[in-house]
């Protein structure tokens, strides 16, 4: 059982947070980031391919991240390969013991520095979970043929609490659990009244007893930052007292941590939440004083 599953199982708050490999293959930029994690969180995710610009694969990041210490989520996105390719990868990164994936279907093509190549989209999100799932509790490929070995996986998917139509965000999530996935991570939440409705309809239909749900935070850096997420970031909800009252900071960074903390603090307060997501964006050197000023630090031991 991975740390992460065994942190969630036993009960404790969890705390996962971000790490972006390079657009290069300068690992030292992930063993740098994740230095400043250990310690302070239960596992990190190593993004794959994030917003659809080539980096380093998650697979080489979660190793580089497990030589740290630190345990990782390995992403896995459908835009980029077909079910062989992603059962293959899934396969790989089993036999060199990595335990936890979150299965996402992936930015489109167009938002990052390669838009001319062509998507795949063979899966959805929900899809892969169950292929995944099948490969670990039947033992079988997608096609039905047997595989070999015991498969070790913490299946996860993400949820966007904001994504229009707002009423079928939960109809989504229940999909998702339905077709395996053991853990949630949350589009970044600064709309808690949202989220709190939408924690309300999943506490209503007994999700949050099915899985885990670990609700996503950004610490935002500047006014530029916080605008850009209100007006161009597609699913997110950012309301217009953070952005006044960003823009009436003397010091936006403090401030950026500030909003970060204190809605962490009301996260913790509501049901259904079993943890934080951290998703610092190249600011991992921040992560370590959240998690303190939320009393989330030293982590629980393992066992």
């Known amino acids: 059982m991975s740390v992460l599953e065994e942190t969630l199982r036993r009960g404790d708050f969890a705390v996962t947070a ?4 390079p657009k290069g ?5 992930i063993e740098k980031k994740c230095d400043r994690l250990r310690g302070f969180v239960d596992a990190v995710n190593i993004t794959d391919n994030q917003t659809a610009i080539v980096r380093l694969s998650s697979l080489a990041g979660c190793l580089i991240a497990r030589d740290c210490g630190l345990e990782a989520v390995m992403q896995m996105v459908c ?3 077909n079910r062989i390719a ?15 994936f979150l299965c996402l279907t992936g930015d489109h093509q167009s938002m990052g520095n390669h838009p001319q190549s062509k998507n795949v989209f063979d899966l959805d999100s929900i899809q892969l979970l169950q292929i995944l799932k099948n490969m670990r509790e039947e033992n079988i ?4 043929e047997p595989l070999k070995g015991e498969i070790k996986a913490f299946l996860g998917a993400g949820a966007n609490p904001f994504a229009d139509p707002l009423e079928f965000r939960v109809v989504r999530l229940a999909k998702k659990i339905s077709a395996g996935a053991q853990f949630i991570q949350t589009q970044a939440i600064f709309d808690l009244e949202i989220f709190s409705r939408f924690m309300e309809e999943v506490r209503k239909t007994g999700l949050d007893k099915k899985t885990f749900i670990l609700a996503g935070v950004i610490p935002v850096k500047s006014l530029a930052a916080l605008r850009y997420m209100q007006n161009e970031v597609p699913g997110l909800m950012v309301p217009d007292f953070l952005v006044e009252r960003m823009k009436q900071a003397k010091d936006p960074k403090e401030e ?3 909003i970060c903390v204190e809605i962490i603090e009301q996260l913790k307060k509501i049901e259904g939440v079993r943890g934080v997501h951290i998703m610092a964006i190249g600011w991992e050197s921040i992560v370590p004083e959240i998690v303190k000023r939320v009393n989330l630090y030293p ?4 066992g």
Do not use: I, T, W, Y
């Open 18 to 21: 971000e790490v972006g490999p």
């Open 25 to 29: 293959v300068n690992r030292e930029a």
């Open 79 to 81: 835009r980029d390969k």
């Open 86 to 100: 992603l059962q293959s990868d899934f396969l790989g990164a089993c036999a060199l013991g990595v335990e936890n």
């Open 141 to 144: 490929f997608q096609n039905g």
């Open 256 to 258: 950026g941590v500030n």
């Open 299 to 302: 982590r629980p031991k393992r």
